[in-house]
Structures are given as structure tokens and as C-alpha cells.
């Protein structure tokens, strides 16, 4: 292994925000910086919900600008959603965000032609209205899909603009629910039986394989000097967290928090038993053969919308307010597909309680409770189920990502799971980015060794369990209506 520190930009895209961090690694060194940060704002034009994918790509451009030379550059982001080319490959229109209404009632016609029993057991993805392959049932009859030759994830979408080359990398691949985990590759029978056209998509590709290098007119708009490789990643950003969990040799849960909570395991095998599906577990593919057994959980969207209806408060202070509210006084399912949609999320929180009994919240502070507490308890359940169904127990649980911030819900959930809570990475997806391209160049080990390299260069806060978790079950308990 080299000496040498060398340079690698991490651009890390979210479902609010966009990054481009540059990761410094030597053999037993590793920095993060950020070198340019860019809203990602949707827009609702008459025909739904779009992603500004040329927003995000000249911020991207303007990232790689500010990161100055670098050894390579990986991009991930959120999955499920893609771009159509044309067979000139250019883009058909602005990707339609997994947001948008166009899947509701998808789901049941698909399942008429493939149970969903039957779509679990071959793919082991878990039931959400905005999968992949839902999104291409909802726009089988459009002109944009017909007119298609080309179907690229957004990750590899905005790989292609950089290199000229289309690939499909298999972390998001997985999200599709047209991968098959136990070969990792397409599930060609079920993309058959519903009419799904497998050569849209690009050849697959590994994390670390080569995705080309920037074009010249790349290289002049950034000031770059080529060439400068482009290197696929886990460019699901969930994929990246994961391998970024600071995990040594105990057995470990994790939660990826941001505006999703997945929490779940990691595991050699998919599971992909009825039992399994009907817990709504999914199964996606994570790195060097390993499998992400995890539930979605609505996450601090929840929280972030509340913010943005009361105008912005200072977190700090609202959280602080909120850490003075009696605990588990009410509590929402934060895996509630109600809650999806933007827009009056402090009046469907309240509602949803008084529905269910509870004292409705009234203050901010009492609707920042009731969402926290209810995303511990939602992490409690995950990793419980996690755990029975994979037969896999675990006994710390590391939480990694934007939530890693919030020491009350770090604290809370520590108490609901009645487990030790190791916080940190905060930016967890662009180190796994940027770890991935290191490893690709020779400049950190296996899995284990990125990890342990983690260890050593991060800063990670420990939460203790405090209370007994009787009361959790309690609230798990009336929330289920036991």
C-alpha cells in the first residue's frame, strides 16, 4: 500500500441538499472537508413533482470547481429514481421525483400479474409505492418511455454527463426492484412478466470499478487537469453510510439518519422469507457481497417539514424545548406512509393522535417530542424485528449520518432499544464515497480495514441506555392498539 495522501471529491446528493466534500486518505489518515454545498429544491410544474437535475449538475460542476485537483470523483445519492435518453442520449425530461403521485394504485396491477408474495421472494424488496419498478408501470404508456433508449439512475445519470460513459451501478441497481440479491444480477423472469425492458439499462457495475474519466469540456468548465478517473461508488448514498459504520468486531445495528431512517443489519445473505415481508424488510445489496437487511422509516422529513411550517426556528433552541417535554406522551407510527407527502405536517401529527386516542400536541416543542420519541421507538422496532427475523442479535447500534447531530434523539434512541448507541459519522455517506475510491486506488484495505481506519480518525460520541425499556414497550404497545 502507498505512502501517499491523495485526494478524492465525494459528491454526495440528498433529497434536500447537495455536497461536494474532498476526502484526504493515507494509510492511516483520513480528512473531510467540504468544498461546496447547493440546495436540491424539486419543482412542481403541471405535469407533478420533478427533480431540477440541471441544478444539480452545474452544482456539481461548481463543486469540483472549488475542490481544486483531485485523484478521482464518485457521486451517490438517493435511489429509486432515474433519467430517460434519448438514442442521440440526450435527456427526455427532468426525472420525476419518488415523491409525486403517479405510482398511487400502481402497486395492485403489478401484483395482479405478480403477487406481491411472489415479487419479494424474487427480489427481496420491500413494499414502497415509489420502487422503480412501480415508477416504469405508472409510465408504461407515456411518450417519454416509449421514445426512450436509455434508462440511467441518478447517480449514474450524472456520471454519464461527466465521462460520456452509461453504466448502472448495483448498490442502486438493487433499489430498483429488478435485482435478484442471492445472484446480483437482474431478475430477468419478473422483468419479464411485467413487460419491463432490461436493456434500457446500462451494464452493471461494481463499487470500484473504473466509470471513466472526466471529458475535456468537464475538465476546462472545473479548471481541472486531466485526466481525472471517475470512479463508481456505493452511489446508492444509503450504501456508502453503511460502509462507513465506525463497527469493529462486535455484532451491530445500524441506523443511516437523515431524512429517511433506515435502520436494520448487515448481512452475507438476503432474507427473503414471507415472514420477512410482511414486516416490510428490504433487502439491498451493499458491498463486497453483502447485503443491507433494513427498514425504511420516515426519518427527520418529518421533523424538517414542521420546521419549515413554523417558519425556521432555531433548532437548537426548539430541541432543547422539546428535551423538557414528559416523554412518550404521544406517539405516531414514523413509518406511516400518511406522512410521505409535503405540506401541514404538524396538523397531520396532531391529527394522527388524536385519531389514535393520544393527547394531541399542541406547541412546537410538544410536536418535536412526539416526532423524536417516535422515531426511537420506530428505530426500537426495527432493530428488534431486524434481529428476530435475520437471527442475527446485535449489541450496540451504531447511528450514522444527519441524525448523529441530534444528541436528544441519539439519547432517546439508546433508551427505546435499551442498547449502547455509538453516534458518528456525521457525514457518513461521503466518507463511504470516498473510501471506495481510496480502496480503488490502492489506498485502503478490505471492509473491516476501512472501518477500523474509521475508528481511529472519527469523532464518535457513546450513548448509554438509561431507564429500562418498559415504558418503550408500553408505547409500542398502544401504538400497535394492544
Known amino acids: 500500500m502507498s505512502g501517499a495522501v491523495k485526494s478524492y471529491a465525494a459528491v454526495d446528493l440528498g433529497a434536500s ?18 468544498a461546496h454545498r447547493f440546495p436540491n429544491r424539486p419543482v412542481r410544474v403541471p405535469e407533478g413533482l420533478r427533480w431540477d437535475v440541471l441544478g444539480l449538475y452545474a452544482g456539481v460542476l461548481d463543486g469540483l470547481k472549488a475542490a481544486g485537483q483531485v485523484d478521482s470523483v464518485g457521486i451517490d445519492s438517493w435511489a429509486v429514481d432515474y433519467g430517460l435518453l434519448d438514442a442521440d442520449g440526450a435527456l427526455l425530461g427532468n426525472p420525476v421525483h419518488y415523491r409525486d403521485s403517479r ?18 421472494a424474487a427480489t427481496g424488496l420491500q413494499y414502497a409505492p415509489f420502487n422503480t419498478l412501480y415508477q416504469l408501470a405508472a409510465a408504461r404508456s ?38 435478484d440479491p442471492r445472484t446480483r444480477d437482474w431478475a430477468y423472469d419478473i422483468a419479464s412478466r411485467l413487460g419491463v425492458d432490461l436493456s434500457l439499462f446500462a451494464p452493471l457495475r461494481q463499487p470500484g470499478d473504473p466509470a471513466g474519466v472526466l471529458r475535456d469540456a468537464v475538465l ?30 462486535e455484532r451491530f445495528a445500524y441506523i443511516c439518519t437523515g431524512t429517511w431512517s433506515l435502520a436494520g443489519l448487515e448481512l452475507d445473505a438476503p432474507v427473503l422469507t414471507e415472514e420477512s415481508r410482511a414486516a416490510n424488510f428490504t433487502n439491498e445489496l451493499g458491498l463486497d457481497g453483502t447485503v443491507r437487511y433494513l427498514r425504511n422509516i420516515m426519518g427527520l422529513w418529518l421533523l424538517q417539514e414542521c420546521v419549515r411550517a413554523w417558519g425556521e426556528p432555531d433548532l437548537g433552541a426548539l430541541l432543547l424545548e422539546a428535551s423538557k417535554v414528559p416523554a412518550l406522551r404521544s406517539v405516531v407510527d414514523a413509518g406511516d406512509a400518511a406522512f410521505l407527502a409535503p405540506g401541514r405536517m404538524p396538523e397531520r401529527i396532531a391529527e394522527a393522535c388524536r385519531v389514535s386516542g393520544q393527547p394531541a400536541p399542541e406547541s412546537p416543542a ?51 432499544c435499551g442498547l449502547p448507541v455509538v453516534a458518528g459519522p456525521t457525514e457518513a455517506a461521503a466518507l463511504g464515497n470516498v473510501l471506495v475510491q481510496a480502496r480503488a486506488h490502492g489506498l485502503a484495505g478490505d471492509l473491516a480495514g476501512m472501518r477500523r481506519l474509521l475508528v481511529r480518525t472519527q469523532p464518535l460520541t457513546r450513548y448509554e441506555p438509561r431507564g429500562g425499556t418498559d415504558r418503550w414497550r408500553a408505547a409500542q404497545d398502544r401504538l400497535a392498539g394492544d
Open 103 to 120: 405510482t398511487e394504485g400502481v402497486a395492485e396491477k403489478v401484483w395482479a400479474t405478480v403477487p406481491a408474495e411472489e415479487l419479494y
Open 17 to 34: 441538499s447537495g455536497r461536494v466534500m474532498v476526502g484526504r486518505v493515507g494509510p492511516d489518515s483520513l480528512e473531510l472537508a467540504e
Open 142 to 179: 407515456s411518450a417519454q418511455l416509449s421514445s426512450a433508449r436509455r434508462l440511467l439512475l441518478v447517480p449514474d445519470l450524472l456520471t454519464y454527463w461527466l465521462t460520456g460513459e452509461q453504466g448502472t451501478e448495483l448498490t442502486n441497481a438493487s433499489t430498483t426492484q429488478l435485482i
Open 366 to 416: 410538544e410536536v418535536t417530542r412526539c416526532i423524536l420519541d417516535s422515531l426511537a421507538l420506530a428505530h426500537r422496532k426495527a432493530i428488534q424485528d431486524a434481529q428476530r427475523l435475520a437471527g442475527h442479535p446485535v449489541d450496540v447500534v451504531h447511528v450514522v449520518g444527519g441524525g448523529t447531530r441530534n444528541a436528544l434523539l441519539c439519547q432517546l434512541t439508546a433508551d427505546a
Open 220 to 249: 476546462e468548465e472545473t479548471g481541472l487537469t486531466g485526466p481525472v478517473p471517475v470512479t463508481a461508488v456505493g452511489s446508492h448514498d444509503t450504501a456508502s453510510a453503511v460502509a462507513a459504520v465506525p463497527a469493529g468486531p
